[in-house]
């Protein structure tokens, strides 16, 4: 068993950044791939970004691509999504997600074994 725990979000204008961090407890951090998805209201879940146990390969959303960038620190147990450049369209509740499949940056949330409760972020126009 895995618990993810998400924080970091809050309420930024367009433009700004935010940096969002979410700590894994319960098993071997580097056994598992590491997901960011988002959800807006009334919308299904959506790929974010993803990277593999060791850092070395990541992925990110089109949509995403330039402005966000996913990383990790196994000593610290966490990984990040650095979010620049925000967007009114990047409102969303974010969150974390473990993969046991750790060679692999998935994206489709049925790949993942482990979610976090999740981050509100909301950007003003």
């Known amino acids: 068993q895995v618990q993810l725990v998400e924080s970091g979000g809050g309420l930024v204008q367009a433009g700004g950044s935010l940096r969002l961090s979410c700590v894994a407890s319960g098993h071997t951090f580097s056994r598992y791939a590491m997901g960011w998805f988002r959800q807006a209201p009334g919308k299904e879940r959506e790929f974010v970004a993803a990277?593999?146990?060791?850092?070395?390969?990541?992925d990110h959303a089109d949509s995403v691509k330039g402005r966000f960038t996913i990383s990790r620190d196994n000593a610290k147990n966490t990984v990040y999504l650095q979010m620049n450049s925000l967007k009114p369209e990047d409102t969303a509740v974010y969150y974390c997600a473990a993969s046991g499949s750790k060679w692999y940056t998935a994206q489709r949330p049925l790949e993942y074994d482990y979610w976090g409760q999740g981050t509100q972020v909301t950007v003003s126009s």
């Open positions: 990277i593999t146990w060791s850092g070395s390969s990541t």
